[in-house]
């Protein structure tokens, strides 16, 4: 089951928000996260995503998250297509930020 996982974090700098983005892109399931600045809104879509422990992790490292909400995401809903920022990370290779002007439908390295 696709679901978007919004939740608000306490984000008081640009190194706590690339912290946030980091935490959120490395959960297991997770597709897409969107940052969300003026609202401190991490926005997180993924499949069987446990948002609890993306909480507790995110808890722990910055200090304040909470669960704003969880919905599910319909196949054939559209959403509003903003520059989307993905983060993908290899065994072997350096971390890696993409740039897409298109909702992907699974991050990739170009």
């Given at each position: 089951?696709?679901?978007?996982?919004?939740?608000?974090?306490?984000?008081?700098?640009?190194?706590?928000r690339?912290?946030?983005m980091?935490?959120?892109?490395?959960?297991?399931?997770?597709?897409?996260?969107?940052?969300?600045?003026?609202?401190?809104?991490?926005?997180?879509?993924?499949?069987?995503?446990?948002?609890?422990?993306?909480?507790?992790?995110?808890?722990?490292?910055?200090?304040?998250?909470?669960?704003?909400?969880?919905?599910?995401?319909?196949?054939?809903?559209a959403?509003?297509?903003?520059?989307?920022?993905?983060?993908?990370?290899?065994?072997?290779?350096?971390?890696?930020?993409?740039?897409?002007?298109?909702?992907?439908?699974?991050?990739?390295?170009?």
């Amino acid at each position: 089951m696709k679901q978007k996982i919004v939740m608000k974090v306490q984000m008081n700098c640009e190194k706590c928000r690339t912290k946030a983005m980091k935490i959120a892109a490395v959960t297991e399931g997770v597709i897409s996260v969107t940052i969300e600045r003026e609202k401190s809104l991490v926005v997180v879509v993924g499949d069987g995503v446990d948002s609890v422990s993306l909480a507790g992790s995110l808890r722990k490292k910055l200090g304040s998250a909470t669960i704003e909400s969880v919905q599910e995401v319909k196949a054939g809903s559209a959403e509003k297509k903003d520059p989307i920022i993905c983060y993908s990370q290899y065994p072997q290779d350096p971390m890696y930020a993409v740039v897409s002007d298109q909702y992907p439908s699974n991050c990739a390295i170009m």
